[in-house]
């Protein structure tokens, strides 16, 4: 039994084409609440959600709260290093155990102080001498699936998660040049976006908008971009050559910090794009990597992270805090022409004339997500 209307689930069969004659994803997806609650448990309760870079949390007690799909998540590096995440909620009552993100030595409740170990078992429960039966180890927080891979985290709400490494399968492969897995957090922000989560992620992983909507800060970087990778994983990469570095504005051609070590020939001399589905995206200039991920709200809110990160040996070197603010302008000065872009898109994608479109061969990105969302949807169909 379908949960998507008839008329969604036939525009969605439209999409699962190749890009000369799929149509792209219909606006009922944007917009419509039932569908966003079939992607949510689709997409974000199911399989692998990006969390972002695994530095987040440097040392054991470091902690953030994140909502992923309407579930309550608390992200701890837990003693022996390892990466946790559980269900934020007290086993108590219910009341969210830990608030924003900071560094804790246990995870403390503040509605009756109940008290739990980095590893997510009761530590105390006080008052409850009393109550027959109670043992605190039938009481421990609900643990979900934490993977760290290539620096980033992944957390998965599944019950029975996908191996993380079928789930990137070739993506090692696509991005070795880069050692993302050595690159260090020079910079992260989070902001709130009136607009639909996936239109954020379709733009940063197109060229067809560049002339269009970055003529003089970005447009004249970026050269026509190869043919978009062929991959098994649940991502779509693209690699294209530049003009001068990609990662910093036009007319600033020449890279102000160093060239990533391990990088040669073709990879020094572009920019790749990728999209790990569903929501994380970066890009790979060749002195720093770009990224975002975001958070669904609600169909018209999103919550977007914006992250760069550049090897140790560049954050090390002199003056680099100085010359980082010149990457971070480029990366915001993009983002910020984007968003006023997307905030209009919602308003017509909320049109009950809007339609489904076609694609250019200048977003095949666009069109591969699309396929692997459609494909999501329509599984029970
Ligand atoms: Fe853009």
Redesign the pocket.
Known sequence: MSELDSETAAGLRRVVEPIETAKTLPPAVYRDAAVFDLEQRRMFRSGWVGLGRADRWKATGDYTTVTIADVPIVVVRGDEGTLRGFDNTCSHRANPVMKGEGNCVRMQCDFHAWTYRLDGSVHAAPSMQQTSGFDRADYGLHEFSIAERFGFAFVSLDHDPPDIDEWLTDFEAMHLSWSLGRLVTGRRREFYLDANWKPFME??NEYY??PY??PDSINATYLEPDAVDDVKGSFTTQFGLTDGTGALLDGMKDPVLPVMPGLVGRDCDGVRYTWIYPNMTFATGSEAVWMYEVYPVSPGRTLCAQTVCFPPETIASDGFEAKAASYYERFDV?ID??IPFLQRQFHGQRSPFARQGRFSHLEPSVAKFACWYADRLLADD
């Open positions: 733009v940063f908008h560049l909507v970055h993009a022409e984007d």
